[in-house]
């Protein structure tokens, strides 16, 4: 069982930067696949990125690459997200989440976070 939670969301001007957060309780964190995911407002649930359990591995979608970066720390069990050049698109719910595999699929995660809102002006 692994429980996450979110941190870090606001409000931020368009072109700057948020990092947020995702800490995590019970064993064997090191085990699991962490990925970040966002839902704006009236749309469906849409992958960021993913980290793989040793943190040697990442992997992002097209509309974050080279804004967005995933990191953890096993030692502190957590997971990060630094974003920059934020868009006004940007906006959304952020979660992150909890995988045995290495995904893309949100289906394929077993836990979740309860989400932190990062919205971003114009």
């Known amino acids: 069982q692994v429980q996450l939670v979110e941190s870090g969301g606001g409000l931020v001007q368009a072109g700057g930067s948020l990092r947020l957060s995702c800490a995590a309780s019970g064993r064997a964190f090191s085990r699991y696949g962490l990925g970040w995911f966002r839902q704006p407002p009236g749309k469906d649930r849409e992958f960021l990125g993913a980290?793989?359990?040793?943190?040697?591995?990442?992997y992002y979608a097209d509309s974050v690459k080279g804004r967005f970066t995933i990191s953890r720390d096993n030692a502190k069990n957590t997971v990060h997200l630094q974003m920059n050049s934020l868009k006004p698109d940007d906006t959304a719910v952020y979660y992150c989440?909890?995988?045995?595999?290495?995904?893309?699929?949100?289906?394929?995660?077993?836990?979740w976070g309860q989400g932190t809102q990062v919205t971003v002006s114009s």
């Open positions: 989440a909890a995988s045995t595999l290495w995904a893309i699929d949100p289906q394929h995660y077993e836990y």
């Open positions: 980290i793989s359990g040793s943190g040697s591995s990442t």
